[in-house]
């Protein structure tokens, strides 16, 4: 991200550049960005690594038809209606949490801790329950699996490239190919459970697999034909994603959160007035959290099948957090989205040849002082107050989420579970950051601490 901050101070916002033999351009205008986001059957994600594809493929690699085709199968599991199951089993995993912290800070009444890993852990353990509901246990073993996988992979990717490496017998490509073999078994194993239970009028539809099921056997029954369902392989390779879209995006919102929450006391207590005016010290119910005032500003759009609708649009019917706005403002979960054309293809003014790859560089545009004002660095949630966009001047300038067609799917769990975190860790705790803590946020799947976060923690 450095290269791309110091070549935009040298070059301005557009411009053009080579990415080893791949011409590639970065534009930061909000309108072309628009444009690019509107058009998901001309600008294509770019071809990835090959192994990582064997962490998931599904909806977030899939194209044109085929993406369209998942998308509306799997959009039912993400409705907002479906959103009680996620805060029950969310709610489940983060009193886990908290009981731990209790005890930690027990004795003394308070004490000193790196979060990162308990965020990890949490969003982790919640998504195993969202995911697999009563299939809980099998689904953690199999999510470990995948964090597993997830190690051995990015090592592999950040090792020297040679050609073919993948191919060859190696120890790590050994492993690699043992948990994805396993990781599937077990996926097919519970999948195959579901529809026995489906057969037998038993279905579960209170989990993403179960919602997931039902919808694609309705898609199959309305047109009398299994080319418009999803098959075994494509299902788990959507419920192999579920961990990453699941776990990496949210625990890094829940981190920077915490982070910034550390640093600004009198914003941590401007929130903890509103949780306990709005819950007291009992469970917060989702309800609630729709309407908590001090720290909520924009709205949430009602309904996932909207695609074109961000998060944060104006025109939705529910609130969000000032704070998680300005927390995803200044660290959205994925800094950058790439895209590619495979034929000539207009973008406003320029002609891009087939092959192009465009980069929307989403960090730099949320730390634009030109959109944002002088304050641009500052953590300011009241910039939202009034709205997104009142705070962006109208232009497509904080999309955290991705925007358009393509827009993430599970946005609506990532905000409900930061919302219900928040206010669960404010009702027991208070937390400032520690002085040891060291601010080096990296890239790895998403935007991570690279040393961890400490914090000081106390027992309220």
Known sequence: MFFIWATAKCKGKNYFTWRGPKPEIFISNPELIKEIFSKNYDFLKPTSNPLLKILAAGL?????????????IINPAFHMDKLKHVAAAFYMSCSEMMSKWGNMVHIEGSCELDVWPYLQDLTSDAISRIAFGSSFEEGRIIFELQKQQAVLIMQAVRSIYIAGLRFLPTKRMRRMKEVDKEVKASIRAIIDKREKAMEAGKANNDDLLGILLESNFKNIQQHGNTDFGLSTEEIVEECKLFYFAGQESTSSLLLWMIVLLGRHLSWQARAREE?????????????????????????LSSNLTNCHFNIC???????????????????????SLARTVHQETKLGDLSLPAGVQHLSPIL????????????????KPERFSEGVSKASNGKLSFFPFSWGPRICIGQNV????????????LQRFSFELSTSYAHAPHTALTLQPQHGAHIFLRKL
Request: no cysteine; glycine share 4%; charged share 35%.
């Open 364 to 379: 730099q545009l949320h730390h634009d002082r030109e959109i944002w004002g002088d304050d641009v660095e500052e953590f």
């Open 414 to 425: 990532a905000m409900l579970e930061a919302k219900m975190a928040l206010a669960m860790i």
């Open 60 to 72: 977030v690699v899939y194209e044109r038809d085929k993406w369209a085709k998942h998308r509306k």
């Open 275 to 299: 949780v306990f005016r709005a819950f007291g010290n009992d469970k917060p119910d989702l309800d609630g959290l729709n309407h908590l005032k001090v720290v909520s500003s924009d709205e």
């Open 313 to 335: 649009s104006d025109q939705s019917s529910k609130k969000v957090t000032m704070i998680l706005n300005e927390v995803l403002r200044l660290y959205p979960p994925v800094p």
